[in-house]
């Protein structure tokens, strides 16, 4: 089983980025994806959620409206579109596999947002 995340950068607030994360291993359509992060000397908190099927969505308060959460199946991908980024954003970003008593997690990829 692998999560691998791609996308870490370093952008100007205001900017974008997009992050991915492949999966291999397991039965992708069939878990619910999550994204996680964690600021340095902060707990890990959960940004995003995707239903395994049908496309529901639900984010934490502080992106909604300028993070978007998609999946892939056919690709065994999950997204985050993140816009309008801000320095409070700057953390270590997380894919997360779920189903039932299964969860599976990435090693994290490093976003920061600095001027």
């Known amino acids: 089983v692998q999560l691998v995340e791609s996308g870490r950068g370093l952008v100007q607030p205001g900017g974008s980025l997009r992050l991915s994360c492949a999966a291999s291993?397991?039965?992708?359509?069939?878990?619910?994806m999550r994204w996680y992060r964690q600021a340095p000397g902060k707990e890990r908190e959960l940004v995003a959620t995707?239903?395994?099927?049908?496309?529901?969505?639900n984010y934490t308060n502080s992106v909604k409206g300028r993070f978007t959460i998609s999946r892939v199946n056919a690709k065994n991908t999950v997204y985050l579109q993140m816009n309008s980024l801000k320095p409070e954003d700057t953390a270590v970003y997380y894919c997360n596999a779920r189903r039932g008593m299964y969860a599976y997690w990435g090693q994290g990829t490093q976003v920061t947002v600095s001027s």
């Open positions: 995707i239903a395994s099927v049908g496309g529901n969505t």
């Open positions: 291993g397991f039965s992708f359509s069939s878990y619910v």
